[in-house]
Structure formats: C-alpha cells, structure tokens
C-alpha cells in the first residue's frame, strides 16, 4: 500500500468548523429585531440566526444555544466570536 501522500498532494485547508454553546439567555427573535448583521435561515429542519461578518465567516446561532462558527482559519474564529459578542452587547442584548 502506498502511503497517503504519495498518492496525494498535501490537503489545503479552507475552512475551519468549531462549536460551542452560549452561555447567556438569547431569544432568537430578539436577535433578528435588533442585529443588522443577522438574519433568519433554516437548516437541518430548525430555524436559526445566521449571523455573517465577510462571505465564509459566520456563526449559526441554534434556539438550544448551540453555536457552530464557520471561518477560514482557527484565527478567525475568535473574531467572529468578538464580533458576535459586540454585536450583542451593542444591540442591548448582553450586560
């Protein structure tokens, strides 16, 4: 068996997934009435806040909590999340 990279070039990265889970209490409908950024999608059956900062960085934003952050490298996952974060805190949301 030849080994994995001399069948392939090496892989580039172009996006990286992480999740996680907020900590606050957030109504979704809030969001969407106050978050100029945000707006309304659904996906895998659920209606949630897609929250976008550039074209492939953004954060879906789950009634449950649960938050899945999209970007193009590990470094701008954070700033998605500082920017989801002001972005709150601007619209009220946050104390």
Aim: net charge positive; glycine share 6%.
């Amino acid at each position: 068996m030849p080994r994995l990279f001399n069948v392939f070039d090496m892989p580039e990265v172009k996006s990286v997934r992480a999740t996680t889970n907020i900590r606050m209490n957030v109504e979704l409908k809030k969001i969407l009435k106050n978050a100029p950024r945000a707006r309304k999608i659904r996906t895998a059956g659920k209606k949630v806040v897609k929250f976008e900062i550039n074209k492939g960085e953004y954060l879906l934003f789950f009634p449950s909590g649960y938050v899945q952050i999209h970007a193009p490298n590990e470094g701008r996952i954070r700033e998605v999340l500082k920017a989801f974060r002001n972005e709150l805190y601007e619209c009220g949301l946050l104390k």
